[in-house]
């Protein structure tokens, strides 16, 4: 018999190569693969972490999701604590939960939140370098936030698909979008709230609305892009290291929403 | 002719071995004075930095400041330019002033203010790993506030001294101590301004005062380890990444505070 956990876990992704397991790399999936086949006792065949979704190297989560299925009962708090005092210090495992079998991190998502972080000012903060991307032209929040909102809605996001997506289709909901200047320290966050998101689809729609808020192209070229299905027309990918994968939904379908 | 140049810097200190020129390292006076050599076209012999001190590796710089004198004159706002155009993103100049050759960092510096961060909670955040301290102790930051202010004066600081410090005399002034929880981040600070710092001084009295935050000692503790004059009596030091130089005063002598 296995048990089956859930976890919801943090990582700073500036040192790891993404989420996802590649040859010769350090990735936050095979860091935890290790330690749970470590404290399972190296089974054969390995146990399996399945997240939510992959992250870029560089990208960042504040709750990304897993299962895995181990085979002793380890209470809950006791499996975090385990965790956590195996894993390096940019990993955080917040909370592990026992699910039934039909639980699946990544079928089940139904909605996820991801946050994107851009600094200003003339120069790069040192202490931000890693978690903010830097655009230090002048930019307008409200035209943003007002251009972000053509992005909400069903749409086929093929102008906002990187290459090499697997993706089969390219329609996805956006629930909400916000874009808002975040006063603690002054950056400015673009908030995204969907179904799921495609590659590198939201750095995609972050690059489009910075050039729309610093004025080199009008709101509505939100919704030709859009329409025109061509990734030429977003032209720009804004970089990983601002980008936060912020919480993953699980439940009833995204209609209920 | 050579033009004296203030610039005040911020780093973070993760990447560093600190401050000063360490044959072998990566230093922020070494990447300073390599890319200011390069700018004035390495001149023989080559240009130095003096900074207004040392930093350890990992302690961090939101205003350290250093003077340099350069063979050209560039206008200030510019100097801060080419500066920055040239250095990693994890040294950032702020501003760059021209000062007559009375200056002197190290020496005219006459008030530094320090700031350590503890971060409390079960495990240790990912994203503040490098910029806090960790302590996950229940501690009852009134009392610590409390307690500081015995630290406030002129004081024999031998206590709080770790062993390898050249200074001659152990006697410093601390015009104002503040231990206060910052409510952005629910962090606790622990502010010193004073005349000048001894050799992990701010560690050594920030791990005293954590000890009585969490009843291990009395308040009254910190009159009796100052009276003792004894490194022995204070135990711990608290760790590199929780510290940062605030604040570098230059200008008339202490005694105008």
Same sequence: chains 1, 2.
């Avoid at 895995?68 to 809950?76: E, G, L, V």
């Avoid at 992005?151 to 093929?158: A, I, K, Q, R, S």
């Avoid at 027309?233 to 939904?249: K, N, S």
């Amino acid at each position: 018999m296995m048990y089956r956990y859930k976890i919801t876990f943090a990582y700073d992704g500036t040192n790891f190569a993404g989420f996802q397991i590649q040859p010769h790399q350090r990735t936050v999936e095979q860091t935890l693969k290790t330690i749970i086949n470590r404290m399972a006792k190296q089974p054969n065949p390995p146990l399996h972490v399945i997240g939510s979704g992959r992250t870029d190297a560089g990208v960042h989560a504040l709750n990304q999701v897993a299962h895995f299925d181990f085979p002793t009962y380890i209470p809950p708090a006791s499996m975090v604590r385990a965790l956590n005092s195996q894993l390096p210090l940019d990993v955080m495992v917040k909370q592990a939960e026992l699910v039934d079998e039909s639980f699946h991190a990544r079928y089940n998502a139904h909605r996820k939140r991801y946050r994107y972080r851009v600094s200003q000012g003339e120069f790069v903060n040192p202490f931000r370098r890693n978690y903010t991307a830097h655009y230090k032209y002048p930019v307008d929040v409200a035209t943003m936030d007002q251009a972000a909102q053509a992005l909400v809605g069903e749409h086929d996001f093929t102008s906002f698909v990187a290459s090499g997506s697997q993706a089969k289709s390219n329609v996805r909901t956006i629930y909400e979008a916000r874009v808002w200047r975040d006063p603690n320290n002054d950056e400015i966050c673009f908030d995204f709230v969907g179904n799921g998101f495609l590659y590198n689809q939201v750095r995609i729609m972050v690059a489009l609305l910075l050039e729309i808020g610093n004025g080199q192209r009008p709101v509505s070229d939100v919704a030709r892009v859009i329409a025109a299905k061509d990734r030429q027309e977003a032209r720009m990918t804004a970089p990983a290291e601002g980008l936060y994968l912020v919480q993953v939904d699980y439940g009833e379908p995204a209609e209920k929403d």
